[in-house]
């Protein structure tokens, strides 16, 4: 803020180019802090307690190596995310980003907004200069009180009595609880725990009102509920076979639809149980025949997701065995990336030659686009429903299996609720909301969240995290690994055999949970069916 507020001045003044801002900071570790004050117009960024404590734990040996080696390392570990960040961009050089303020503030009010951050996309209020003093006077007051019992807060894993996790040990095992012994008991307990949690997404602000309620008899049936549901796009290679297989067939029971991801699917499941009804198209192509594209009821375009926006698919070498290379035409223990951008897709025209394209060899298909929620989000939905695309996909930030990095997991994509309502005022005052179905997926875990969701403009439901864990999923985080512990996300037959206990029932009570838990809220509200 002091350097924003600085920089902002001296630009009004045309004094900017005459200085440098050297930021010396103690709070500045990560690469997305650095990239901050660099992109708020930072020269150079010294994060000096990030260097002091590399120096104190290589002087106590809990470091290997030469101290300023250590540093080094740290430095260049910087550096790489940067270009990583800034490459996000289509930007090559750091003086190119500097000031450039590519960021959207969720949670600021205007005010520190216009002094600190001029011009940068802020849709909602937020903390004032007041609230933000008061906080910073709590840290300093722990910072000078009795620090041998020094909590470490929890922010890059859970740790009890930390930072808030969505999905946290309690939620975890309440669900699985209650999907295990199909008890609407346990799963209005895990609901309550989502429900009533502390406001951790943007979702959890928001109050449904409950006037004139109606008898549940008179809210459309548990069936028609879940045909708006989807699972979200999650590649053979990412899970194993058999939870992709154990998704599919819980989807296809329930008359929703699982998604294939972007990793192909073998043939053998073409026309049976076990085939995904969406189809998806990412810009590495993978898997993508002819042959699989007519075995689908959706196509779906993925232009981007919500947790990592802007870095594509990425799937270690370690887990592409002889059969993920098989279907995705590639050599095992290779890994295999997805860019960032379809190499084919510039414009909205070249979209819509895609879409036209993909219509041409499955015409009885739905044809869906990807986008994750940004600012402007609502412009680009309405040039996709003018491609004569089917339905629009808006993904939020909240979402994302451990496997994404955890810097762009916190810091990347925006929250759905945002993103969504900018696409479905957007296509309204194009005139275009009849022509398209919006979808919206991310972090969704109860009734109430499908709830929010259909006020603000989606018409189906997309879960990916959710019914993972319901198949079996701890949550561990070591997706990308290739050892997860439970079976789910990983290629290692020994785990598979001894660990993995997906059923699909599972999978299925807790999407009937779900649309029961919705039913219910329905009748609360006095509304008699969800398009309502």
């Known amino acids: 803020m002091g350097l924003g507020a600085v920089h902002q001045e001296l630009v009004r003044l045309g004094l900017r180019a005459d200085t440098n801002l050297i930021v010396s900071s103690a709070s500045a570790r990560d690469t997305h802090h650095i990239a901050c004050l660099i992109g708020f117009g930072a020269t150079a960024v010294f994060p000096w307690l990030a260097y002091q404590s590399i120096l104190d734990l290589t002087h106590k040996n809990e470091l290997k190596g030469d101290a300023n080696e250590n540093c ?170 058999d939870a992709h297989e154990t998704l599919a067939e819980a989807m296809n029971a329930l008359g929703g639809r699982s998604n294939s991801g972007e990793g192909g699917e073998a043939v053998e499941r073409y026309g049976t149980s076990k085939m995904s009804k969406i189809k998806q198209i990412a810009s590495g192509r993978f898997g993508v025949t002819p042959h699989y594209l007519v075995n689908a009821e959706v196509l779906q375009i993925k232009i981007a997701q919500g947790a990592k926006p802007g870095e594509g698919g990425q799937l270690p070498g370690g887990k592409v065995n002889k059969l993920i290379a098989k ?42 686009v990807k986008l994750v929620s940004e600012p402007g989000v609502g412009t680009i939905a309405a040039g996709v429903a003018k491609a004569y695309a089917d339905l629009i996909t808006i993904s939020g930030h909240d979402g994302g299996t451990g496997a994404s ?78 050892n997860c512990a439970t079976g789910v996300a990983t290629q290692r037959k020994d785990i598979i055999n001894h660990h993995f206990i997906g059923e699909k029932e599972k999978v299925v009570n807790y999407f009937k949970f779900i649309a029961d838990d919705v039913r219910r809220h329905l009748s609360e509200m006095g509304v008699s069916k969800l398009e309502n």
């Open 327 to 368: 279907l995705r035409y590639s050599t095992p223990g290779i890994t295999l990336i997805s860019p960032p951008p379809h190499h084919d897709i510039y414009s909205i025209e070249d979209l819509a030659q895609l879409i036209y394209d993909l219509k041409q060899v499955n015409p009885k298909a739905l044809v869906s």
């Open 72 to 241: 080094a390392r740290y430095r260049k570990g910087i550096n790489k995310g940067l270009l990583k960040i800034i490459s996000k961009m289509g930007i090559s050089t750091i003086s190119s980003y500097r000031g450039s303020q590519l960021f959207e503030i969720v949670g600021l009010n205007t005010q520190i907004v216009e002094t600190c951050f001029t011009n940068t996309t802020s849709r909602i209020e937020g903390k004032s200069f007041k609230d933000l003093d008061k906080s910073l006077r709590a840290l300093d007051d722990y910072a000078r009180s009795n620090l041998s019992d020094m909590n470490v807060g929890g922010l890059l894993k859970y740790i009890h009595g930390g930072e808030y996790h969505t999905y946290n040990p309690e939620i975890v095992k309440k669900l699985q609880e209650a999907v295990s012994s199909n008890s609407i008991d346990l799963y209005e307990e895990y609901a309550k725990l989502v429900d009533t949690r502390p406001p951790a997404m943007l979702r959890d602000l928001l109050e449904v009102k409950k006037e004139n309620p109606i008898s549940i008899k008179s809210v459309e049936d548990q069936k028609s509920i879940l045909t708006r549901f989807d699972s979200a796009g999650m590649s053979l290679g990412a899970l194993s076979p």
């Open 405 to 482: 990095p955890l810097s762009s997991i916190r810091y990347a994509g925006s929250p759905w609720e945002l993103g969504l309502a900018e696409a479905h005022q957007a296509l309204r005052e194009s005139g275009l909301r009849g022509n398209i179905r919006l979808q919206t997926d991310g972090g969704m875990k109860t009734g109430l969240d499908v709830i929010k969701a259909a006020v603000l403009g989606a018409e189906s439901f997309g879960f990916g995290t959710g019914p993972m864990i319901a198949m079996g999923c701890k949550y561990l985080r070591i997706c990308h690994l290739n």
